[in-house]
């Protein structure tokens, strides 16, 4: 009996630590740690929430490049962290879903994190050289068929996201092409300009600027919706390819046992950041399409990414990808 009433003191003891945690949370600045170098798309989108976030939760928010082994560091680092809600991650498909089939990693990608919010999603679009026949997607199915052996198709590096969605891509059609990897997507789609390079599948706004000028083809977009940074591009389930959907898609999480209180308000000050008019545009001026309200919560993060692990690993295992 005395073991009992031990045990249910010590139990109502750490409940009320946590209430009180959770209660005068935050009380010190609270650090982004961003897997990448600054400057790139995720340090940028970071960057970019850091006021909005400030003015939500009263204190300020630094942001951390923690780089290195295609951002299983920084994942690492959050894991071990203390769950106080002071130190969160933000990452994206690469480094929460393709990381776990390329790399052996010590820590789960889905459950050793709590999921916080999806904040953004850059969907891909299947572009071609200018010398390609082929005016629409249905047109360019065929061709490409009949022109395994001569046409190349271009990635931004092997393993990436311009990889996988061309891989996925050629899945779908039933076909072969040689894939030409480039050290990142700026030389590859300069490449495809040049015409040495046929094919490329890119973010819609690595190519949004170069499909207006007329110096490559765009063919559909690989998401369930027109993007409102090329809304004149149609989809690939208008294109006559439905559910080819890829993107690259941002997210934040924190270690696993975070207080649910710390979580949620997070999760809501991310939520209000996200609709403040100078945030969103700068978002949608970067290609981001930033989701409905219902897709932020934790819940709907863990179920997606979930879905997403599921869809791509078996992907990348049969491509017989792993990390160098």
Do not use: C
């Not at 590096?157 to 996925?168: E, K, L, N, T, W």
Request: aromatic share 8%; proline share 7%; glycine share 8%.
């Amino acid at each position: 009996m005395k073991a009992l009433i031990v045990s249910l003191v010590t139990a109502v003891a750490l409940s009320a630590g946590s209430v009180v945690t959770a209660q005068g949370y935050p009380s010190r600045p609270i650090t982004i740690v961003v897997p990448f170098s600054a400057g790139g798309p995720t340090d940028t989108l970071a960057r970019i929430l850091t006021e909005p976030l400030r003015k939500a939760l009263g204190q300020p928010i630094l942001v951390d490049n923690t780089t290195g082994a295609g951002g299983t560091i920084a994942s690492g680092r959050v894991v071990r962290a203390a769950p106080d809600g002071y130190q969160i991650l933000i990452g994206h498909w690469g480094t929460h879903v393709v990381n776990g089939a390329y790399y052996t990693l010590q820590f789960d990608l889905l459950n050793d994190f709590a999921q916080v919010a999806m904040i953004a999603s850059n969907p891909q679009v299947i572009v071609s050289h200018l010398s390609i026949p082929a005016q629409n997607l249905k047109q360019l199915i065929p061709f490409i068929k009949a022109n395994q052996s001569d046409v190349l198709i271009g990635t931004g590096g092997v393993g990436g996201a311009s990889h996988m969605a061309g891989i996925y891509f050629l899945n779908r059609i039933g076909a072969k092409l040689q894939f030409v990897p480039y050290r990142g997507g700026a030389p590859a789609m300069q490449a495809l300009v040049t015409g040495e390079i046929a094919m490329y599948v890119t973010q819609v706004s690595s190519a949004v600027a170069y499909t207006r000028a007329r110096r490559i083809r765009a063919y559909a977009v690989t998401a369930p919706n027109r993007q409102e940074a090329a809304p004149e591009i149609p989809t690939v389930d208008e294109a006559g390819l439905p559910g080819l959907h890829t993107a690259v898609w941002h997210g934040i999480w924190a270690p696993k046992a975070t207080p649910r209180d710390i979580v949620m308000k997070l999760n809501a000050a991310i939520a209000e950041a996200l609709t403040d008019p100078a945030t969103r545009k700068r978002f949608s001026d970067l290609g981001q399409e930033i989701p409905p309200r219902a897709q932020q919560t934790p819940e709907a993060l863990y179920a997606y990414q979930k879905a997403e692990i599921e869809k791509w690993w078996p992907i990348i295992k049969q491509a017989g990808l792993k990390a160098k």
